[in-house]
Every structure is written in structure tokens, then in C-alpha cells.
T-cell receptor, first 112, second 113 residues
Framework: DAKTTQPPSMDCAEGRAANLPCNHS???????VYWYRQIHSQGPQYIIH???NNETNEMASLIITEDRKSSTLILPHATLRDTAVYYC?????????????FGTGTRLQVTL | DSGVTQTPKHLITATGQRVTLRCSPR?????VYWYQQSLDQGLQFLIQ???????AKGNILERFSAQQFPDLHSELNLSSLELGDSALYFC????????????FGPGTRLTVL
């Protein structure tokens, strides 16, 4: 699986959009970009994933650049409950197995 | 609540001992995954089972073993425990072997003294 690079920490004011970047310059054509988050020491939680088109769900939007070498997770209206470590993961979504390789993630602090 | 349950929540034991961590996946999920989260190594994939069969293996130590039973629950056995095995152990489950979304349990915090 391709390696990802994320900033170690970011701050965001409550109510504003949080834009979390991820670099995955060695991504291959059939690897997907996944985002998970971990609030305090709870189990990680799936947020969204995509291949090359932008994706949106009830939690967030995922913007993937045309060359697929980087992506941005957007939380449109961050709340205090969005304070967490956000992990960008690249992996194949086919085959016979499905492990997640977590990096160090971005610690997002949402403040009043 | 993800629907994945793990027991026990906390476990304190001594070096050299053996422990068993238990995981019950969400109803209908056939895959179970085990992850270890320690302060120095971060979140690491250990092993995946799908419908009772081992599907993928990560950096799981030889002292660790796992299995998935016919009722789909899984157990992670840790033996000859060392101080460095102290960590949070998460179990996750998913519908298929390559599902996009894995649902994580609350974890078992293991402390080895």
C-alpha cells in the first residue's frame, strides 16, 4: 500500500470548515484513499473513501486531485466533537484481504 | 456504538503470563481484524480472519495467535507477555473480506507489569 504524509496537527474554529490535507504521491491506479478518525482512545471510525472522483457523505467531503497524488478531507462545519486524530490511508479495495495501514495522522483540535 | 463488542475492557497482568482477548463482530459480518495501538508504534494491523479462515497477517509476533470460531467470534491469545505488549487492542469487523468500511470495537487495554 502507498505511503501517506499528513501534517501532525491542525486547529480549526468551531463552525468553520476543517480542511485536512494528505499527500500520497506514490499511489497506484487501483488504490483507493480512505479516511478514518479516532476520538481520544476510542476505536477508529470510518469517514469516507474514494478512487478519483470527489465524494461526499453526511460526515465529510473528499477532494482528490486530478493526478491523485494528494487529497483533502473537508469537514464543512466543524464542532468540538470533531476533535480527533484523522488518518488518511491508501489501499487496494479488491483482492482477498483488507488490512488498514495507519500512519501517524493529523490531530485536529476544534476550538470555540 | 459500532456493534462490535470486546471483552474485557481492561486487563492487568504480569510479565510471562498469557491472556485471551475476545471479540464479537457485528451481526452478519464475516471478517474480523485485530489491531494493536501502542504509544511508540501507533495503530498496527495484526491479523484478519474471514469466515473462520486466516486472510491476512501483519506484524504479529509469534507469541500471539488468533482464531475465529464457527459462531464468528474471535479470540486473540497473547503469551509470554512482555512489558512492551502493553497496548490497546482493537477488534474490527466487516461484511466481506475486502469491505470498504471496518467497524471498530471499543478496545481492550492491556497493561503488563
Amino acid at each position: 500500500d502507498a505511503k501517506t504524509t499528513q501534517p501532525p496537527s491542525m486547529d480549526c474554529a468551531e463552525g468553520r470548515a476543517a480542511n485536512l490535507p494528505c499527500n500520497h504521491s506514490t499511489i497506484s491506479g487501483n488504490e483507493y484513499v480512505y479516511w478514518y478518525r479516532q476520538i481520544h482512545s476510542q476505536g477508529p471510525q470510518y469517514i469516507i473513501h474514494g478512487l478519483k472522483n470527489n465524494e461526499t457523505n453526511e460526515m465529510a467531503s473528499l477532494i482528490i486531485t486530478e493526478d491523485r497524488k494528494s487529497s483533502t478531507l473537508i469537514l464543512p462545519h466543524a464542532t468540538l466533537r470533531d476533535t480527533a486524530v484523522y488518518y488518511c490511508i491508501v489501499r487496494f479495495s479488491t483482492g482477498t484481504a483488507s488490512k488498514l495501514t495507519f500512519g501517524t495522522g493529523t490531530r485536529l483540535q476544534v476550538t470555540l | 456504538d459500532s456493534g462490535v463488542t470486546q471483552t474485557p475492557k481492561h486487563l492487568i497482568t504480569a510479565t510471562g503470563q498469557r491472556v485471551t482477548l475476545r471479540c464479537s463482530p457485528r451481526s452478519g459480518d464475516l471478517s474480523v481484524y485485530w489491531y494493536q495501538q501502542s504509544l511508540d508504534q501507533g495503530l498496527q494491523f495484526l491479523i484478519q480472519y474471514y469466515n473462520g479462515e486466516e486472510r491476512a497477517k501483519g506484524n504479529i509476533l509469534e507469541r500471539f495467535s488468533a482464531q475465529q470460531f464457527p459462531d464468528l467470534h474471535s479470540e486473540l491469545n497473547l503469551s509470554s507477555l512482555e512489558l512492551g505488549d502493553s497496548a490497546l487492542y482493537f477488534c474490527a469487523s466487516s461484511r466481506g473480506a475486502t469491505a470498504d468500511e471496518q467497524f471498530f470495537g471499543p478496545g481492550t487495554r492491556l497493561t503488563v507489569l
